[in-house]
């Protein structure tokens, strides 16, 4: 396990960030981001403001095209492998696409997030936690399910315990709430509360305004491109 050392220091920090796909405008257009451990950020703004590729970019899932994202203080584009896969590790994130892996278990597909070799080796502690979440979002009768089997509101509640079982430092969650009915919505929006007390650096995106009116939090606006602060609020 690398140590990332950074006490006080930014969890998450974009400078100048911009990301064009070949023969598109800007989708997004110098962003500033930083945050700190247990800060919590909503992304807003419409559909198509760049709000997933942003969090793609925060999931390592994709370089900018230019300017400099750092994790834990690490420069994602001159990383080494093995500090990449620690801090991939330290991430838990739930893409607005979901992908579990369909012919696997509900279970299993948790299973494999927390450790590679999936359910044969989880310790009994990963068990429990991984049980407990499945059943505060109603998914414990579920768990031996083929995931392909799901409804879309359940696949994105696993994929949520999926990336909360690992207890990350970093909570990544794009539109978490977006097939989920409004007990739902609370539960998991609960959920990511008690991990950001607990001090996980928590970034969610959502069309949802009743959500950001409720539960009040930091919030940025993506519009053409550009990051703003909203309400105030943002300590950006
Ligand atoms: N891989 C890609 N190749 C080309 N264009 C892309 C790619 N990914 C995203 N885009 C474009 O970037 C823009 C922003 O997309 P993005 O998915 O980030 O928006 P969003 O704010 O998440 O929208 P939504 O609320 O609908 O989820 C869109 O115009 C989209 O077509
Ligand atoms: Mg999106």
């Not at 095209?65 to 991430?91: E, H, M, W």
């Not at 089997?149 to 509640?157: F, P, Y």
Request: charged share 20%; with cysteine.
């Amino acid at each position: 396990m690398v140590s990332f050392g950074l006490e006080g220091g930014a969890v998450i920090s974009l400078q100048g960030v911009s990301k064009w796909y070949q023969g598109q405008t800007k989708v997004l257009d110098h962003v500033q981001l930083e945050l700190k451990k247990g800060d919590f950020l909503y992304v807003i703004g419409g559909s198509g403001a760049g709000k997933s590729t942003l969090l793609s970019l925060l999931a390592t899932e994709e370089l900018p095209s230019s300017g400099k994202i750092s994790l834990f203080g690490y420069d994602l584009a001159t990383v080494s492998p093995s500090t990449l896969r620690a801090i991939r590790q330290s991430l838990g994130y739930v893409p607005q696409n979901i992908r579990l892996i369909p012919d696997l278990t509900v279970f299993e597909n948790v299973a494999i997030s927390v450790s590679l070799a999936g359910s044969r080796v989880l310790k009994k502690e990963s068990r429990a936690r991984i049980l407990e979440l499945l059943d505060v979002l109603g998914l414990a009768g579920k768990k031996d399910k083929a995931a392909s089997s799901l409804s879309g509101g359940e696949a994105q509640r696993v994929a949520v315990v999926r990336a909360l079982a690992r207890s990350p430092e970093v909570l990544i969650a794009d539109e978490p709430t977006g097939s989920q009915d409004r007990d739902f919505t609370w539960t998991l929006m609960d959920l990511f509360m008690r991990s950001n007390v607990a001090a996980t650096t928590v970034v969610v995106a959502t069309h949802d305004r009743e959500i950001v009116r409720r539960v009040r939090k930091p919030s940025a606006l993506l519009k053409a491109g550009r990051m703003s602060v909203e309400d105030g609020l943002c300590t950006l």
